[in-house]
């Protein structure tokens, strides 16, 4: 069982949606990073945060210490966002990947 | 611009041949990991390494090996490619000093295909 685990694992909106995308994980952490990779594998780091909120251009990311929960936000959603987006738990030094989600954003 | 290179970006090569995927770094990052992933699948840990000298096995058995002989380079190697290790190969770093985490970089990967 994956100590970490997103939801949706599909999601498909229309342009200008707002989305939300889950990050649970079951074991204590130093800090979670959501990451973005795009069709041709490239991937890319979006935030790294260990408590609150944190907030780039359109992307908002948020996390719950006592609930063990992170949500990535996107507002006024693009066509560009589309990727599979990942969450990563890094605790004790080692690294746990989410399974991803796979945005896709019709325009 | 990227701080951790990988090369050759994509290879092809017969079945039973060496190969050594390079990664190299420039942040002087002490931890290093080899993910393996699939097309639309899950990335997973094949070996990471905290510093030179240190390697260790990833979640996912691998025939493959890796070095890390200086802090700025991990090389992977295959010594006998088989059609079963194709797939992409992504390379990433980051580094905890104190309570600072940095954020993880990941190389572009490299996009093997063995026949």
């Known amino acids: 069982k994956n100590e970490v685990e997103q939801s949706p694992q599909n999601l498909t909106a229309q342009e200008g949606e707002f989305i939300t995308i889950n990050c649970s994980y079951s074991?204590?952490?130093?800090?979670l990073h959501w990451l973005q990779q795009h069709p041709g594998g490239g991937i890319v780091s979006l935030f790294m945060l260990s408590s609150g909120k944190k907030k780039h251009g359109r992307l908002i990311a948020t996390i719950n210490i006592q609930e063990k929960h992170s949500s990535l936000h996107i507002t006024a959603s693009h066509p560009r966002d589309s990727a599979v987006y990942i969450c990563v738990n890094f605790g004790n030094e080692k690294l746990t990947f989410g399974t991803g989600t796979r945005l896709t954003i019709i325009p | 611009e990227a701080d951790i290179y990988q090369t050759p970006r994509y290879l092809v090569i017969g079945t039973g041949k060496k190969i050594t995927l390079e990664c190299s770094q420039t942040m002087g990052h002490d931890k290093m990991y080899w993910y393996q992933q699939d097309p639309g699948m899950e990335l997973h840990l094949i070996h990471y390494?905290?510093?030179?000298?240190?390697?260790e096995k990833g979640d996912l058995s691998s025939e493959s090996t890796v070095s890390r002989i200086r802090t700025e380079h991990f090389p992977l190697t295959l010594e006998s490619a088989r059609p079963s290790h194709t797939s992409q190969y992504l390379c990433a770093s980051s580094e905890i000093v104190q309570d600072f985490i940095s954020p993880l970089h990941f190389g572009n990967g490299t996009r093997l295909t063995v026949t």
């Open positions: 390494s905290y510093g030179v000298n240190s390697t």
């Open positions: 074991v204590g952490i130093s800090a």
